[in-house]
């Protein structure tokens, strides 16, 4: 049997700019990727995909950590 405990505040937020700070990195790298005419396309797909699943992952990370409110904010 699995028991949910709330998350403290601080680690919401932790989550949150953790989060944050990996959309925006893997943004910038996607958005210069597209860009890039000196990698070639196998390797600049591997690394946009590699994007879109660690965005993904953070999107999600976000979504856990504003979803588990606790009385403790």
Known sequence: MSRLV???GKDRWLLRASAAW???VW???IK???KDREHSLRFRLVHVGLGVISTSFALLTWQIAASNRGSSD
Request: aromatic share 8%.
């Open 27 to 29: 943004s910038v790298l």
């Open 6 to 8: 709330s998350m403290q």
């Open 32 to 34: 210069n990727m597209v």
């Open 22 to 24: 990996s959309v925006y």
